[in-house]
Structure formats: structure tokens, C-alpha cells
């Protein structure tokens, strides 16, 4: 019954998209014959869903013949409540700013809008039409640097999401790794430079292996210690001994890897009570580091 209903309404629909020559692109077979619509086979043991979904589109038909109705002023008398009349006029409005449109204009019904207690019509409405709350990401940009020498990613051009905050030092700094080592180094006795290793990887034994290979060259090695997962392998300092950062990161062969002050909290869920007298930590992450013989 409702697939019949929904077939017939749906053939009303083209008899008026042809006849006042609106939406006719929608109509099958074109204008101004278009082809009869007959209703599909209906399931045999419909489902509420099938059965919501087909009075959900008997409604949107009847919705949209009562449009055309009023709009062209024919068959007004089976209109419900006759044209012309809206439940309440439409209020223009403007979003506000930190939202994606922020300042675009809309209109909405204040009837439509009214579900939840907690916020008014206008607040609703906003949520529906001026999309995401960006806060300080309104003002975000797409900007691209080429890293400069002396860097990690020397030469290479980086694109990234700049939120209005960042300036270039700041964007050369978090995108474009810390500092290479440099030519001259003037390396410190290993025997006075505490150093601790930490496993960032699912490699067994490679801050072990590694503790080792730097005790044999006279640095001062601390227990090694697990650390949270990683993505790559980097240096950590404390202040003052950069210099020595490098000098270990060269003995290894491991030049182009960044190089970074230490932060506090230390890096890979490390504490300072684990990090002891170490001025050095290394960060295994899973990269070369990771898979040195020892």
C-alpha cells in the first residue's frame, strides 16, 4: 500500500515539474511525457526500518507537493492549514567568530530549534550552520619552509598547518629537527660524561647493546632503561653539554640524527630520578639505532 502511495505521489510530482516547468531534470523520460512510475515489489516481511523509511519518504513527497501547490497556486484546497501562513518567520543571523564560518549569514526557524533545554534557539542553530568551534584555530594557514643548513631536514621544503602562532624560527625549530653536528668538535674526556641509553623499540636488548658499544669507548654508562614507544631515534642534552651530544652521536655514526635540550619531564615517560647524573640521554626509536650489533 505505502509503495503504491509513494509511486502515485511520485507521479503528481513530474505531472507538476512539467507542467509549470520546474525541476524537470529530476523528472524520468523528461517532459513532457514522463515515464509512469510503478511501485516496486514490496518485501514480504517488511521491517520497521522498511517501514519508517517509507513514511519518512511519503511525507518528503507531500512536504514538497504542497510547495509546488502554494507556489503555482493549484489543487491550494488540500494544502493543510492553506499557503501563505509559517509557523514563525525566519531570523537572519550571522555566525559568530571561532567558528569554521564565522562571519556568514543564515537564516534559521526559531521552531526548528528548540530540543535542547540548554541552549537557546540561536546557539542551535549555530552548531547547524557555522560548523566546527575552532577557538585559535580559526585564523590557521598552510605555509611551507625550506629547512636551512645546520638542520636535520637541510634543503628540504616542509608544508604545515600554521595556526597563526608560529613564527618561522619557530616552525624551522619543530619541523625541521634540531642542529647537525658541525665540523669542529671539541670533545670532553668520555670518562667525565654520564650517559644513559633508553629502548623506545620492541627490539630486545638494543639500549644494552648500545650502553656496551659506549663503555668500550670510555663514556660513562648508566643501566639502561625501556622507554615509551618512539618513531625515531634522537640525542637529548642537558645544558652545556651539546657539544658532547654530537661527539657521541659522530663516534656512532649517527650524525644525522636529531639533537635536542633537554626537556623537564625527560622525553620517553623517563623521569629525572632515572635519568640520574646522565648529561647525555639516547632515545632509541626504531631506526639504525635500534639494530646496531653491539
Same mark, same amino acid.
Given at each position: 500500500?505505502?509503495?503504491?502511495?509513494?509511486?502515485?505521489?511520485?507521479?503528481?510530482?513530474?505531472?507538476?515539474? +512539467?507542467?509549470?516547468?520546474?525541476?524537470?531534470?529530476?523528472? *524520468?523520460?523528461? +517532459? *513532457?511525457? *514522463?515515464?509512469?512510475?510503478? *511501485?516496486?515489489?514490496?518485501?514480504?516481511?517488511?521491517?520497521?526500518?522498511?517501514?519508517?523509511?517509507?513514511?519518512?519518504?511519503?511525507? &518528503?513527497?507531500? /512536504?514538497?507537493?504542497?510547495?509546488?501547490?502554494?507556489?503555482?497556486?493549484?489543487?491550494?484546497?488540500?494544502?493543510?492549514?492553506?499557503?501563505?501562513?509559517?509557523?514563525?518567520?525566519?531570523?537572519?543571523?550571522?555566525?559568530?567568530?571561532?567558528?569554521?564560518?564565522?562571519?556568514?549569514?543564515?537564516?534559521?526557524?526559531?521552531?526548528?530549534?528548540?530540543?535542547?533545554? /540548554?541552549?537557546?534557539?540561536?546557539?542551535?542553530?549555530?552548531?547547524?550552520?557555522?560548523?566546527?568551534?575552532?577557538?585559535?584555530?580559526?585564523?590557521?594557514?598552510?605555509?611551507?619552509?625550506?629547512?636551512?643548513?645546520?638542520?636535520?631536514?637541510?634543503?628540504?621544503?616542509?608544508?604545515?598547518?600554521?595556526?597563526?602562532?608560529?613564527?618561522?624560527?619557530?616552525?624551522?625549530?619543530?619541523?625541521?629537527?634540531?642542529?647537525?653536528?658541525?665540523?669542529?668538535?671539541?670533545?670532553?674526556?668520555?670518562?667525565?660524561?654520564?650517559? $644513559?641509553?633508553?629502548?623506545?623499540?620492541?627490539?630486545?636488548?638494543?639500549?644494552?647493546? $648500545?650502553?656496551?658499544?659506549?663503555?668500550?669507548?670510555?663514556?660513562?654508562?648508566?643501566?639502561?632503561?625501556?622507554?615509551?614507544?618512539?618513531?625515531? &631515534?634522537?640525542?637529548?642534552?642537558?645544558?652545556?653539554?651539546?657539544?658532547?651530544?654530537? +661527539?657521541?652521536?659522530?663516534?656512532?655514526?649517527?650524525?644525522?640524527?636529531?639533537?635536542?635540550?633537554?626537556?623537564?619531564?625527560?622525553?620517553?615517560?623517563?623521569?629525572?630520578? &632515572? $635519568?640520574?647524573?646522565?648529561?647525555?640521554?639516547?632515545?632509541?626509536?626504531?631506526?639504525? $639505532?635500534?639494530?646496531?650489533?653491539?
Amino acid at each position: 500500500m505505502r509503495d503504491q502511495l509513494i509511486a502515485n505521489q511520485e507521479n503528481l510530482l513530474n505531472t507538476y515539474r +512539467c507542467l509549470f516547468g520546474v525541476d524537470t531534470g529530476v523528472v *524520468p523520460g523528461g +517532459c *513532457p511525457t *514522463p515515464d509512469r512510475i510503478a *511501485p516496486g515489489p514490496a518485501p514480504a516481511n517488511p521491517t520497521q526500518n522498511d517501514i519508517d523509511m517509507r513514511d519518512g519518504l511519503v511525507q &518528503s513527497q507531500e /512536504a514538497l507537493l504542497n510547495v509546488y501547490r502554494c507556489q503555482f497556486d493549484v489543487d491550494t484546497q488540500l494544502v493543510p492549514g492553506g499557503c501563505g501562513v509559517s509557523e514563525s518567520p525566519l531570523v537572519t543571523a550571522v555566525c559568530p567568530d571561532n567558528f569554521d564560518r564565522a562571519g556568514m549569514e543564515f537564516q534559521y526557524n526559531p521552531d526548528d530549534f528548540q530540543s535542547d533545554p /540548554a541552549l537557546t534557539a540561536f546557539e542551535e542553530a549555530v552548531e547547524e550552520y557555522c560548523g566546527e568551534w575552532c577557538g585559535e584555530w580559526c585564523d590557521t594557514t598552510i605555509e611551507t619552509i625550506v629547512c636551512p643548513p645546520g638542520t636535520v631536514r637541510s634543503g628540504e621544503s616542509v608544508t604545515y598547518e600554521n595556526p597563526g602562532t608560529l613564527g618561522e624560527d619557530d616552525a624551522i625549530a619543530i619541523f625541521c629537527g634540531g642542529s647537525v653536528v658541525s665540523e669542529e668538535l671539541e670533545c670532553r674526556d668520555p670518562s667525565t660524561i654520564g650517559v $644513559l641509553v633508553a629502548n623506545g623499540t620492541d627490539v630486545s636488548g638494543a639500549a644494552g647493546r $648500545l650502553s656496551g658499544e659506549l663503555n668500550a669507548a670510555n663514556y660513562v654508562t648508566l643501566p639502561p632503561h625501556n622507554a615509551s614507544p618512539q618513531t625515531g &631515534s634522537a640525542f637529548y642534552y642537558r645544558a652545556g653539554y651539546e657539544v658532547d651530544a654530537q +661527539c657521541i652521536a659522530r663516534l656512532l655514526g649517527e650524525s644525522e640524527k636529531p639533537l635536542w635540550p633537554m626537556p623537564d619531564p625527560p622525553p620517553g615517560g623517563l623521569t629525572l630520578e &632515572s $635519568l640520574g647524573n646522565a648529561f647525555v640521554l639516547i632515545l632509541i626509536g626504531p631506526d639504525s $639505532l635500534a639494530q646496531r650489533p653491539g
